[in-house]
């Protein structure tokens, strides 16, 4: 059973930037595809990046330009660096892990608020 545990959520002011990190309890190198979504209150989950095996990535339009996400398959871990952060991002931060033929494996989330 994989497992994955997500990290660095918290309180941050709008403007501000916060890094989240996902760690996986076995090796990333493998062609693993790894996203992160979040859900806030009232809302459904939704994709915010993801990053492929081979390290393509794709981001949702509302954090284009501001969220990165990264992966540092030594440490099987990937990260979700988020700068200029509002409150509309404020939300419940997931991250998952698809392995071929075993489906997808979830962390249980880390809050970010985003408020002054």
């Known amino acids: 059973q994989v497992q994955v545990v997500e990290s660095g959520g918290g309180l941050v002011q709008p403007g501000g930037s916060l890094r989240l990190s996902c760690v996986a309890s076995e090796s990333i190198f493998r062609l693993y595809s790894m996203g992160w979504y979040r859900q806030a209150p009232g809302k459904q989950r939704e994709l915010v990046a993801r990053?492929?095996?081979?390290?393509?990535?794709n981001y949702a339009d509302s954090v284009k330009g501001r969220f990165t996400i990264s992966r540092d398959s030594a440490k099987n871990t990937v990260y979700l660096q988020m700068n200029s952060l509002t409150p509309e991002d404020t939300a419940v931060y997931y991250c998952k892990l698809t392995k071929p033929g075993a489906g997808d494996f979830w962390g249980q989330g880390t809050q970010v608020t985003v408020s002054s």
């Open positions: 990053i492929t095996g081979s390290g393509l990535t």
